[in-house]
Every structure is written in C-alpha cells, then in structure tokens.
C-alpha cells in the first residue's frame, strides 16, 4: 500500500497507497507502453504493506501464506478490472468516482469516497505502527514503547503535510530501489536458505489460516489504480490498461511470494515479534546482523514515505469531498499555497486515536491486526460498490464509452462474490467497527445539503489550477501534463470569477 487517492474534480487522477483512483482530464502525449507503466506500478504498490503484513500472515498461515497471497491477488484483480471498466468513463475534469453518482447514485459516489477515505486513515495508522516496530531493532531496550514513535512519526507527518510535502517526493526514486533490493536480498537468502521440507505441510493451522491470512491481504494489492490514473498518456489504453493490471498484479504477487517463502524458510515465525517485524528477524537469521539492519533501515523507509503518502492522498479526498459539496468547505480548505491544512488536521486527528489503541489494556498487542481489519473492511466496501456499478454497466452492455469487460457484468459478479468471502474470516467485532466506520458516511451525505459550502468554487479552483499536493505532485512527476494544467487554469480562472461574481450578488442582496 503506497500512493494516496482520487478525489472528484481534478485535472487527470491522483496516486494513492491504499485508495483506489483513476484518470480525468484532457489526454496528453500518448508515451506511455506496457513496460514502463507495470514497473512504475509495482514500485507504487510494493510499499509499506509487505513489511507490515508480511510477518502477520505467515505467522497466520505457515507456508499457506503463499496460497493467501495468491488468492488475495486473484480477488483484488477481479475488483481492479471492475475499477479500471468504471473509471475509464469518467468525463474530462471528472475523478473516478463520477461514474458512480451516474450509474448509482450521488450517494453511493460519496459512500465509496468515503470509505477509501476510512481504509486510507487506517492504513497511515498501522503502516506507522510498522514503522516503529521495525525502528525499535536499533533501540532494543525500548522494548513495548513503539506506540509512542509511531505517535511521533504521525505528528511529523502531519506537520510536513501542512507545507512542502513533495519534498518527500523528491527521493522517492532512491526509495524504491533501495526498497526492492533490500527485499531481493531477504529472497535470494530464502532461496539460499530453501529446505523442501518446511513447506511439507502446507497447513499448520488449518484450512481457515488460509483464508483468515487472504482477508488481512486484500489491501496488499491497492496501488494498482496508479495505471488507471496514468491512462491519458498510455498508449492503446483500452488494451493496455488491463494488461498493464493484470501484469503488474502478477509481478507483484511473484514478490510477496518471494518474501513469504524467505520467512518460512527462516524458520523463525514463532519468534515473538515475528508478526510486527518478522522481516528483520527473518533478515538476521538468513543473513546476519547486518542484513537485519539493512532490512529494518528499508522498511522504516519504505513504511514512513507510504504513511507519508497516504495521509496526502487522505487529505486530498477530503478536498475532493468538499470540493463536491459532500463535506463542509472549512474542512476541505486550501490557503493561498494550495496547502490542506484543515483536512490534513482531520485526518492526523483519526490517525491519532486509531494508533492509541495500542495503548489501551488488553487491545495494545494486537492493536496492528484490529487497525488492519479495520483497513480491509473499508476497502471491501468500497470495492463492492464499484463492482456493484460495474454489474449495472455490464448489464447494459457497457453502452457508454470506456473500457468493455468481456462476459457483461460476470467478471463483476464474480468480483462481488470473492470480496465479500473474505469478511466471514476476519473477527466479527473488528468487521462491525469497520462497518461502522464507513457507515458514519450516511449520516454524514444525509446532512450534507446543511453544510456551508460557500468555499467550494474556490476549492474547485485550486484543484482545477494543479494548485494542491496532489496536483504538484501529479505534475512533477509527469502524470499531469502542461496542456493539462493549462487548460485547467482557464476553467479555474472561469469559476474564481464565477465564485466572485456570486459573492458580489450576495453582498448586493444584503445591502
């Protein structure tokens, strides 16, 4: 889990770590071919997850852990598929999720945005928990404190997010590669490592350690709406966008596989701690001491720039989110620099209580998989929706433009079904909260006509203009275009006046 969201009026997509996006806006150059898109999804999607999961589904599952991560793979293609087929009908200016409102409901728009929303919180809290697990193998002796680095980190982050935040964007090439070849070490010292006979039995615990381990993984996967979001410079994107998914997806799958067969093969998952940090105490059997540290420097790395990312994009929803008139404006609020000061605050404010947790008596051990599920429950929601819309399309025969999934809506189907298998796995009190957390959203659109909304043109003129974290990010990094931008900035300029000629009409009527 690595990039951050999507939210509703944008120039072209946003990234995201754990929330699903997509495309918007006037194509640009068409550059982009099939290599080059997969490798730049799979160094979105192999972020903090895989040192934050990992050790938690082996020690689940044993060897299992190998057939977890290749179901949940397979259940998360099905919904990416369905993602891909519905953003792919957003109009020019318009986010993923517009579709939705279309298709279903303005509601269901924003029960879907808001979900991603609750599933993007959730996972900065527990990737952050990972974060200082993994920080505590240099300051052993603090021993049962993490909890309070991982408070720390959070505030840094979101005092960092109230300025130049892509100055963290800036070293990210560097992050990634030292990333994958700290993990490509750990599997070449697996393989080294391989004895046949430890994955004789591939059920430890039982044929539901399976399926209870692919439940905690299905936010493993989330990253790959990165392609969808890059469509507008993508070559053929009708045929190259699902083979891009589909390829990535494999690539990334083949990674965690390589990792999971490393733990086994360290035989260490009874280790304490194995579940919180097992990457490191598999490191340091495997490789040595040092190969303990280097893993640990990488993912507290890889952890604190994925958290870091997705408390952007968690803030960019909210933007979006007020931008469309769902939330108040105050909380989607942007000064002068472009800066979400009040929807970072709000989301650092969440964050901040999902991770004390960890300190509360008889939840603090197990505080990491509770905020997980909590993850995993939000995004299934979502994800459902989005296959829901996609059944109704297909149903239709796919008569709006975009991309057609073949069999009408059986992959959808099909995708509904597998998503919603994996909540009889996790624990039944964990998956209330989490229902509970997302259903917060219906009270929320049912209030959403009473709310102050006299900002929104302004919002809607700084993400039109590219004026956002996102925004900049998007066009530093090249997924926004100058075309873009610039055609984006006249309607900016349109609806700033617009907003100044309502103000003006307001003013007239009170005199």
């Known amino acids: 889990m690595k990039r951050g969201s999507l939210g509703a009026v944008e120039t072209k997509g946003n990234r995201m770590s754990n929330n699903p996006s997509s495309t918007t806006g006037k194509p640009g150059n068409k550059t982009l071919g099939l ?3 997969v490798a730049f999804a799979v160094g979105t999607m192999v972020g903090g997850g895989v040192f934050a999961l990992s050790g938690m589904v082996v020690q689940e599952a044993g060897p299992g852990a190998i057939i977890s991560y290749i179901a949940a793979g397979l259940v998360m293609l099905l919904s990416a598929l369905c993602f891909a087929a519905v953003a792919s009908r957003a ?3 318009e986010s993923g999720y517009a579709p939705i409102a279309t298709t279903l409901s303005p509601m269901w728009r924003f029960i879907t945005m ?3 929303y609750i599933c993007g919180v959730t996972g900065i809290a527990y990737v952050l928990m990972s974060f200082a697990n993994y920080l505590l193998t240099f300051f052993p002796a603090l021993k049962g404190q993490s909890i309070w680095f991982a408070l720390g980190a959070a505030v840094l982050l979101a005092l960092l997010n109230f300025g130049p935040a892509a100055l963290v964007g800036k070293a990210e090439t560097f992050m990634v590669a030292f990333k994958l070849a700290a993990l490509l070490l750990l599997v070449i010292f697996g393989f080294i490592h391989f004895a046949p ?8 615990h039982g044929t539901g350690s399976i399926w209870s381990a692919t439940a905690l993984l299905f936010t493993a996967y989330t990253g790959f709406n990165v392609i969808t979001n890059m469509s507008g410079s993508v070559k053929n994107p009708g045929k190259t966008v699902p083979k891009a998914i589909i390829l990535s997806l494999a690539v990334v799958a083949v990674v965690y596989i390589g990792v999971a067969i490393a733990l086994v093969m360290s035989k260490q998952s009874g280790a304490e701690g194995f579940a919180e940090h097992g990457l490191t105490i598999a490191a340091k059997e495997l490789i040595g001491q040092w190969g ?16 870091n990312a997705n408390m952007l994009g968690s803030a960019d929803l909210v933007v979006h989110m007020s931008a469309n008139g769902d939330l108040p404006s105050k909380l989607g609020h942007l000064n002068k620099k472009g800066d979400p000061v009040s929807s970072v605050t709000l989301t650092a404010v969440i964050t901040l209580i999902l991770l004390l ?5 008889g939840i603090g051990a197990e505080a990491l998989k509770i905020i997980v599920i909590f993850c995993n429950v939000a995004a299934i929601v979502a994800m459902v929706i989005v296959d829901v819309t996609a059944v109704k399309m297909g149903l239709e025969k796919w008569k709006t433009p975009g991309m057609k999934l073949p069999l009408g809506p059986v992959i959808p189907i099909l995708a509904i079904l597998t998503a919603l298998l994996q909540i009889p796995s996790l624990g039944w009190w964990q998956v209330l909260v989490g229902m509970a957390m997302v259903a917060v959203g219906f009270p929320i659109w049912a209030l959403h006509k009473k709310y102050d909304t006299g900002g929104k043109a302004d919002i809607r003129a700084h993400i039109l203009s590219g004026n956002t974290p996102m925004g900049r990010a998007l066009l530093r990094d090249g997924i926004a275009g100058n075309d873009v931008i610039s055609q984006a900035s006249q309607e900016a300029a349109k609806a700033a006046q617009s907003a100044q000629a309502a103000q003006n009409a307001v003013k007239n009527l009170d005199e």
């Open 35 to 37: 290599i080059p898109l």
């Open 91 to 93: 109009k020019p200016g």
């Open 114 to 116: 808001w979900a991603f």
């Open 197 to 204: 006979a430890e994955l004789s039995n591939w059920l430890p």
């Open 292 to 307: 303990a540290y280097l893993v640990a420097i990488a993912a507290c790395v890889s952890t604190l720039s994925g958290a």
């Open 357 to 361: 947790l960890g300190v509360l008596p």
